[in-house]
């Protein structure tokens, strides 16, 4: 693995001298900022976050916040689904779409005030949209960037964690809900979210002199608990079918390539991409998850072809070995013309398998991972 | 310093398996894509790039291309450059800015032709700010990112490299003007332009297939003038003046804070930062150029207060040592205060002096190196 060279232009975090103690080995950048990869080895972050609870520095889940009389509208503006209906503190996943009905990102976006949105956005400069948006139909909105630093407390034993830090209050937050606490004299929102199938937690931060301070005292409170720290693992996302933008999902992807559009049954008439999407016809390509059988595979650095002898049917994504499935997990997008497919694809030569959804969901019942 | 996990996300070039075997040693990533940072040693790169010949992987200037009946339009609502009188063919550099005036990007504006644009950019999505004034103002425009991946051919021997692959007719390409090359079988626009100071061309490669060869005959037609593998240098690049978007410029700047206003002398009225930057007043802090006494600064990862005394004046975002001129270079943000102050600004408990512009251009004449 190559070095990284870090400039103020890959921004740290008000948690990156934490993250550095606590052994990281590797980065990548994610919104312009760092965002640890791997910290033991990936394996053994897999284990234990699905033992027992890490604090990940998600630092990187920029905030693009609305506010004005516009606010809301601009926020509907950017996307298919409905908002109409969003309640004051509800968090909602909410993809951004172009005007063609492509996918820019596939944020959350949670409503703070009737007048004020925090988009929580993945690996693009959704600001950017926005102030587009805002300049070219001269919206009365502000658009920031707030001073907003998310961390991430996830593993089932999350919510004891939580519990002993902020109370017994935040048991009662319901996934993809918020409430405020206090820490360090401030208010804070914290979500039931997270990019992990195990439970979690999301605590925004508002104010990065906090940083060191929280941290630290989850760490202390967690000791009991086999706290480590963490970050999104590629094995356990894969596993339940959590996507990432710029890898499985991308600009290039309409809406309903990315098999998103389920989430904006209802296409909002208000947003730009509106007529694309009514227009659109089925897709012909989707994402699909996928088992690869064979040795394990390592992770991909660039999409690997999924072929039906020698045509090219689709390419694979995202892809690791699954310890507890005892296979390789992966995620691509496939033509609709082998989405029956069975025993004939292949990749890097193994027999490859579509499975019906992410492999957590054959084989337990498992909550919906995202609201 | 820490690993980088590469993924489909950090994406890779069609030179990356190049750039591996020339032995890079660390990347960053830069518009979602790998960008090599060192090869053999920032000092070896750095006096290798004075001397001879490097071609460097620049893959990561994405172009923004622009096509249809209100290309220009577009073009000219997203920097206050005035484009009317740009030629085709033409290279300008022409900052991106907001409706308030703040700086989105420093890209360079090529007109291909009177409806194609490139706007070939620094990192951040600049897409997205198109994309957002596309469909605000309903204009009759197609944005892509085209299929077009930039080989930068930097150094004092760059002419002869160009001459001895494209033949003659490249030498007589003027600064910031281009030229159709035929490589290939294709046709690809060439550039006198990039991100050094020892002058050189940029070749906008079309097509990712022809990468390797590309690549593969610039070095086979290199030996004799001593060419390697590069990539910008940032001792090279701070002594040149050359600001890097992120590092020493931010959306968090105006336009006259970073200094580039004097790119915009008239002010495009059609441009969306028109009212803004009509109505601004005198920056209350600007970057400067500076030079740090003392040992042999490493490069940095978070910016330095700049001090008088106690008093925070200003922050230095990019420093290297320069073996040419036996000092610490750098870039920072300096209060309107102390832009005359003499011997009183220190960083890092080191004096700090503001030069009255980049250091390169103290000791000897030089041409502009930014059209």
Redesign the interface.
Known sequence: ??????????R?TPYTDRVTKAG??????YN?MLLA??YRSLEEDYRHLKEAVQVWDVSCERQVELTGPDAGRLAQ?MTPRDLSRQRIGQCLYAPTC??DGHL?NDPVTIKRDEDRYWISIA???????????????GLNVSIQEPDVFPLSVQGPKATDLMVSVFGESVRGIKFFGTQEVEFGGRSHLVARSGYSVQGGFEIYLSGADLGWALWDTLMEAGKSLDVHAGCPNLIERIEGGLL????DIT?EHTLSETGLARFCQTVAPEC?AYDALMTQTAPTRQLRYLQIDGPAME?????IPLLDGQTYVGQI??VAWSPDYQTNVAIGVVDASHWSATDTLTASDQPVHILPGPIVMSQKTEKSIIA
Chains 1, 2 share one sequence.
């Not at 693995?1 to 890959?10: A, C, G, N």
């Open positions: 693995m190559p070095q990284l060279s870090i400039s103020k232009r890959t740290s990281v080995k590797a980065y990548t950048v312009h990869t791997v503006l172009d005007r820019l690996d693009s400069d959704v600001i950017y949209f926005a102030k587009g948006l805002a300049a070219g139909l990432s933008y710029g890898n600009w730009v992770p991909i650095a660039t999409p994504s995202s």
